[in-house]
């Protein structure tokens, strides 16, 4: 009914930037909070930023003070920049929603596809 597709992920060299955007579309619906993850190889997807529907945001400690997330409510898009970035940022990001179907009583959570992000030189 409703699918996230993540886009902007790449190859980039450490100290570069990308920004990622992630468009809601599908059925009708309404988000609450929304948030970026990431998992690199071997390890756990990690919660790396979110913001609630009013837009306020927390970060994990590791990227704090280099990305940045905002969301465009008008255009259920929520967005990641990221700033100096390192090679330790490799991993495949996905996007999250909190989201619940018009008609739906409930929230659920819902994830994009992934899009893949190496940082290397």
């Known amino acids: 009914q409703v699918q996230l597709v993540e886009s902007g992920g790449g190859l980039v060299q450490p100290g570069g930037s990308l920004r990622l955007s992630c468009v809601a579309s599908?059925?009708?619906?309404?988000?609450?909070?929304m948030g970026w993850y990431r998992q690199a190889p071997g390890k756990q997807r990690e919660l790396v930023a979110g913001?609630?529907?009013?837009?306020?945001?927390n970060y994990a400690g590791s990227v704090k003070g280099r990305f940045t997330i905002s969301r465009d409510n008008a255009k259920n898009t929520v967005y990641l920049q990221m700033n100096s970035l390192k090679p330790e940022d490799t991993a495949v990001y996905y996007c999250?929603?909190?989201?619940?179907?018009?008609?739906?009583?409930?929230?659920?959570?819902?994830w994009g596809q992934g899009t893949q992000v190496t940082v290397s030189s």
């Open positions: 999250n929603a909190d989201l619940r179907i018009s008609g739906d009583y409930y929230y659920h959570q819902y």
């Open positions: 599908g059925s009708a619906f309404s988000i609450n909070d």
């Open positions: 913001i609630t529907s009013g837009g306020s945001t």
